[in-house]
């Protein structure tokens, strides 16, 4: 089984938008584009949030961002991943000062994310010690990892054994649905993968071991009502391949990085922008996912979450750095907001959990 | 015409304008419209699967537009989406054909 990207990173192709500077000029409407769309703080301001501040509630997730290699090169990539990346991956270093920090504070969850985390060299042995450390461990798994090498077969073992909940993008039940956006032979790898983790005991009633898709647009429309796809989702997965899974996380594309290449590309960006803007729902705003998480980058800045990670957007803080973590002082920073919030906050909201209203 | 041609794209935009010159029908239809798509004894995607081939029927170049984006935000896929204009075109056909009964009847009637 094997499965061939569409797309090549924007690093490979040595586009400018692999400049994270360049694409926050083009979000502001002062590169390639003159779309002017409000400030996202100036309509957050009009809703409540006094002079545009966004505060965090409470630090309750640290989202690991392990690095950028990945074994796809989907479409819509918010971070560029892909197999050329093979510099950009965390260190045992930073690990260790990642293990610290949830030693230090009662921060529940850990979210690992990449690129394909299981990639990294250290992934297995950072599961291990978070689990020892008795935190929830979310691992974002792109299913073809576990297809792609023999080394990887046993990861639905390795995950059940220490009680990961795993997190997987299956942007359709539609073959040709999903490879547009994640390359050929992704939806056959991937419902192949789903069968190894059903096996496993995943998503199977009262075995305890969870595994939620992320389902996205495959274009430049916004999710529907997230219940109503996890039903359809359920009903279609089960009656064409007999495969389960526990939820459905509705996510919008966030017009950074690789979709935002596709935008331009496609001469599309204008719409899509305004159909954000349009679509904007001020309950959505209380719910997004930076209010609760900070985000840790492969090389150990801190972000208000992952698209900001991905913008090279550090938290506006004293100490930017794990090795600086100070809960308290994270916990008083204002959120650093830019156009490509409005992604956010559309319609039902989106965060790394799926809608938020 | 003020720009000398039939179908603009952003007319659909336009939409809710209708309004403005009789504004408690318009309301009555928007608020009545919004019902009728909302998740019931059909979900929202069938409703949308419907719309999408009544559209192709009454040819409406601001609905296909409109319910192609609606079909696929409420995750149908091509094949659902063409089953449909198929379903649409199936009984535009269909209606077509049944009425040859009638051209037989009469024909029957009048030849030897």
Known sequence: MSIHPRTQTLARRHSPLSDTFFQLEVLNGRALTDTKIPPFSETI??????????????????????????????????VDAGPDRKRENMTKETF?????????YEIPTVDITGGAPEMNPHFRWFVEQCSALGKRVLNRCNLTIILVHERYRDLPQFFAQHGVEVISSLPHYNARRTDSQRGDGVFEASIEALRLLNAAGYGQPDSGLKINLVYNPTGTFLPGNQEALEREFKAQLQRRYGVVFNQLYAITNMPISRFLDYLLESGQYDTYMQTLLDAF????????????????????????????????????APGVHIRDFDLETLEQR??????????????AGSSCGGQVV | MSNKRYFDPEDLKRFGQIGEWQKPMADKFFAWYGEVFKDGALTEREKALIALAVAHTVQCPYCIDAYTTTCLEKGADEEQMMEAVHVAAAIRAG???????????HAKEITM
């Open chain 1, 334 to 347: 204002s959120i650093v907001l830019n156009q490509h919030c409005y992604g956010c906050t559309a319609g």
């Open chain 1, 96 to 104: 260790d000062l990642c293990l610290e920090v949830l030693r230090r």
């Open chain 2, 95 to 105: 209606s077509s054909l049944v009425f040859s009964t009638q051209m037989m009847n």
């Open chain 1, 45 to 78: 301001s009009q809703v409540g949030y006094s002079d545009g501040v966004l505060r965090p509630t409470r630090i309750e997730i640290l989202q690991v961002n392990v690095g950028k290699l990945c074994n796809q090169a989907c479409a819509h990539c918010h």
């Open chain 1, 281 to 316: 729902n001020p309950a959505a705003v209380a719910g997004v996912m930076c209010r609760n998480t900070i985000s840790v980058s492969w090389e150990g800045y801190l972000y208000d979450c992952d698209f900001n990670q991905m913008l090279d957007l550090k938290v506006n």
